[in-house]
């Protein structure tokens, strides 16, 4: 497909504003948050409503262009990156918060709307909608949608999939689905989980209900600072065996914490080896309770230091300083990779003793934020792209890490997703007969590979050729621990 | 296929007491929980290990011979009704619970262990396993995952896709996938939560991890009884808007309190027309304080009777009332028919008029427990099979109560699944594009259509038939009910 026929065809349907073709105006599309992929689109199209979403798509269908939706490009594997000869499919212009229902509590939103802006309109009601990226001010709920994104609080209120009720999708061929609906379970297979997490490669999300909650009474957090990355470890352990779920439970490395703390200037203690914030909410009582036991375990397993937040206005300074700990490494460093691998929690001490001797061997300094609470890690890999060479060795070490979370039992990512980033690992964590089963899915929606093409799903040629790579460099057994 | 021929191949992978091929030897697989529905199947197997489960699928798919799955049969929508011409795969023999870890909360269980049986097992630990179907001292792991069963206590701790973290599954070519893992999310398609629900037509579940829950410090139930059916409804709004998430909030009206109380003379109002069994669980302080907001808002709501169990073996008897209404309703009725939708919660008053209306058009007595919190009914149907053409009419009215849960915005099933019972209803439910996408799913799977065909998703030729049916007797709007 020639780009000047596609654009006359899309002017047909859509008004000027709405399609994008100039070199400049393409540019702020060519990446996502993972800036080392970057491609320019062949079009930019920016639709207004449901309809011309379907218009859109059935154009491409009957073209055979391939089409890449898009939120606001934070994500962080790359699903976003666009196709030189594809279509980008921004979801900007679809913003509107359609519905927030009270009684219900739910709302229904347009995908182009911010994550946070669903809780600004909620907190009127004293309802709130409980996952929370870091990018949140900045993130869309269809984006979050796309990668099943987490946040601090997922260990107690769950990933995007636990908090959304239903979706109005359009399919490749341009048809409107609904999918999910407002009871516990749907009849039918369940499309919504498969829809959640498909980084826009089973179809186009053009409305969204989510559940909201109602703002807990209270909510307190506990800082505690080791002087040694076991200890806090094993105080994680701890909460949980105690029976707490604390609504946050992050750990943050030596490194992570000074980069945080030059930055926002959150009042962490820079001398740390680790550092836990250990949120807790819910009644007066009840956190009142688990403050107390969260302090008295974290002292059990030698904390050098335990602070309880003084005042709103402290706790979320300590809050804001691990949101920011991404920028705040960016500060520090020309580029930064960040992962996010997933282990079981037990492991963390043995993990993060591989991670730092991968780091010395490779040369390139590792920052580590973790969600201790549910064992996933997000160690951010400190490079500067301008160094020849020194792009592909942390791409290579990235691989190493990811690999190492596979062996010791866990996967290769958390909330991210797989995006363009880690499909490679993906033939590590599955089987071909794994693999093959999500293929024969894809094509249940999308047999001419138009949504997304070579994201998420490695082909079994780049499992073969990856296979042979690693079998060449001898990685197969070589992640230095036990496997489970 | 000729049985004989299947007999000979079955018998030179499996030994003798493993395959059944007598008539006496098959009738006990012949239904379900839905015995309205019987069916001799041409063999059953019963392999004792998963490399018999995969030795029988590749066999079976190679001679093209439908496979239907099969846990203790309580399934109550016919999920495990066999095909004359097909296997029925009995799992009972894989009943051995692998693995309970008591530090990461998870219980690695085969697909024949009992729903109950896995509480019992992690009792020791402190830890329980959450989803309890009424059935589920004698259902198993395996049929839950099936019809993603619920429970009275689903409200608060979901369904069982919220409760299973992994899966083996043997695919109907006989290969073994491995689906889910310990964390909160996987990457690659959400294939554990397509596989829950699916109603044994994607593949057969082979090995179980599910989440275990600490057993709460303290749980207490209040019962209060009403004059009217609206204002128990109105109650069950206001509990929920207070911010309580009860541990199971449950309805039952006049006619259903009564054969429950003549059954297991649980102490309930048998002169009220609506009772309401609302627990509450967590620590000793929070269950305190719930508990006497909960009867507070009872008294408000016009309860004529508020009472809060005076020990742990009254709460117990007042949930065996509840978990035996079906057996209570079939002491007194020759036989009953369960029905099983979902409404929005304001949308009750309304719906049970309507339901009574129907009852008397049909003259056949209606029955009603309902999960109140959740929005998920469960009319039962009184008859008589041996009265000609009342199993026709018990069988009209129930797709015409599920139409009407349809209508009023709710769905036609919230935790028994569809099975042969309601096909007829997912026409109704879902237009012919959502209805294609559930097929190309199961084309992904199982392509030739041998995994429990004819269960879940109505053929195009179905629907066809069914929507001329209702337009003929004038059905399409005819549930006198303003749609959402």
Redesign the interface.
């Known amino acids: 497909m020639k780009k000047n026929e596609l654009y006359v065809a899309l002017r047909r349907i859509l008004p000027e504003d709405a399609v994008l073709i100039e070199e400049e105006d393409l540019r702020p599309y060519e990446c996502d948050g993972l800036s080392a992929y970057r491609q320019l689109p062949m079009l930019v199209v920016l639709p207004r409503d449901v309809d011309e979403v379907q218009q859109i798509l059935k154009l491409c269908h009957g073209l055979e262009v391939p089409v890449v939706a898009r939120g606001t490009g934070t994500g962080l594997s790359g699903g976003a990156l666009p196709l030189a000869e594809g279509l980008v499919l921004s979801l900007a212009r679809l913003n509107r918060i359609l519905d927030i229902d009270p009684?219900?509590r739910t709302a229904r939103v347009q995908p182009g709307v911010r994550n946070l802006a669903i809780s600004d309109a909620a907190r009127s009601h004293g309802l709130y909608y409980a996952p929370d990226p870091s990018s949140q001010i900045a993130c869309t709920i269809g984006g979050n949608i796309a990668e099943?994104s987490?946040g601090v609080h997922?260990l107690k209120y769950?990933?995007t999939?636990?908090n959304v009720l239903k979706l109005e999708v359009v399919?490749v061929e341009g048809?409107?689905?609904?999918?999910g609906?407002?009871?516990?379970?749907?009849?039918?297979?369940?499309?919504?989980?498969?829809m959640?997490?498909?980084e826009g490669m089973?179809g186009v999300v053009v409305e969204v209900t989510v559940r909201l909650l109602?703002v807990p009474e209270r909510a307190q957090v506990v800082l505690a600072a080791f002087d040694d990355v076991e200890k806090a470890g094993t105080a994680v352990?701890e909460i949980i065996?105690a029976?707490i779920i604390p609504a946050g439970l992050e750990m943050m490395d030596g490194p992570a914490i000074k980069a945080a703390e030059d930055f926002v200037h959150a009042g962490y203690p820079t001398d740390a080896a680790a550092m836990l914030l250990c949120e807790v909410d819910g009644?007066n009582?009840?956190v009142s309770?688990h403050i107390l036991a969260v302090r008295e375990l974290m002292q059990t397993c030698s904390a050098t230091e335990v602070r309880t937040a003084r005042s709103e206005g402290e706790r979320q300074r300590f809050w804001q300083g691990r949101k920011s700990a991404f920028p705040a490494v960016g500060r520090i460093s020309p580029d930064y990779y960040c992962m996010d691998g997933?282990i079981?929690r037990?492991r963390l001490p043995e993990v993060l003793k591989r991670t730092s001797e991968l780091s010395r061997e490779y040369d390139l300094p590792v920052a580590n934020v973790f969600h201790a609470g549910?064992?996933?890690m997000h160690p951010l890999i400190l490079y500067d792209a301008n160094n020849p060479g020194e792009l592909e060795r942390t791409e290579e070490l990235g691989g190493k890490i990811l690999e190492l979370c596979v062996a010791v039992?866990?996967?290769?990512?958390?909330?991210h997703g797989?995006g363009v980033e880690?499909i490679n690992q993906?033939c590590v964590?599955?089987d071909a007969?794994?693999l093959e089963?999500?293929r024969?899915?894809?094509?249940?929606?999308d047999g001419r590979q138009l949504l997304n093409p070579g994201k998420?799903?490695p082909t079994p040629r780049r499992c073969s050729e990856y296979r042979l790579l690693r079998a060449e460099k001898g990685d197969g057994n070589a992640q230095g621990v036990d496997r489970p």
Chains 1, 2 share one sequence.
């Open positions: 009684v219900g099943n987490g997922c769950g990933l999939v636990h399919t048809e409107r689905l609904t999918i609906g407002n009871a516990l379970d749907s009849p039918g297979y369940d499309l919504l989980a498969l959640i997490g498909s089973l109602p352990g065996a029976g009644s009582q009840e309770e997933t079981p037990h549910d064992g996933n039992g866990g996967t290769i990512t958390g909330e797989v880690k993906m964590q599955f007969d794994e089963q999500f024969a899915l894809k094509r249940a929606f998420g799903v």
